[in-house]
């Protein structure tokens, strides 16, 4: 799996007198988990964008390994290399969990039987019942839904998983499980997990911690070696 970095990334949106995001370099690994940290205004939400390949940089590069999200066809590297989870979930209301999850792998043409057969191994890793899998995300809690928008970015096959504010809509139990999922990605099958936080308790549980100050981007008070 390749390493997601940027190198002296700048970004400026239009009409702006001073920049979101400030000469910003910084990398993230396999089997890690990483919180970006910061402020709002800070550019946190900026950053997230130009990883997951929604915005290009001003000036510097993103590269996910070897190439540059300039010279990458977006729509294919958001469909196979990265993927997102949202605060509110993000979940297709009309459809039930087991398709929503099925989704993007139906997306790209893989086999509905094969998909399906993907989508509930998916969910069960993030402790999905199989009676939750037939109903349809009102029916489900927030952790629920959470844990199916997990599963969802599992079925696409990409191994970076970047989360803007997870938990942000959850309660402290929920939180606590989910971030318990997201680590065990991370350090046992050995995805990249980046989440975006105000939260200073869900930061503390990463490998590693950046800072955001106005647009500028540091590492924080933790940079434990992984296991």
Known sequence: MSTLSMERVTYKYRNAGTAAVKEATCAFEPGRMYAVVGPSGS???TL??????LDLPSEGSVRYGEKSTGDMDLDRYRR??????FQAF????LLTVTENVCYPMELVGMDPKEAKHKAEECLRRVGITSEEMKRFPSNLSGGQQQRVAIARSLASGARTILADEPTGNLDAENTGNIMDILESLARDDGYCVVVVTHDM???ERADVVYKMTD????VGGKQAAPD
């Open 201 to 203: 308790e869900i930061a």
């Open 48 to 53: 997230l964008s130009m990883l997951a390949g």
């Open 90 to 93: 993000q979940l297709f209301p």
């Open 80 to 85: 196979e290399d990265i993927s997102m989870i």
């Open 215 to 218: 647009g500028v981007i540091a």
């Open 43 to 45: 550019g946190k939400s």
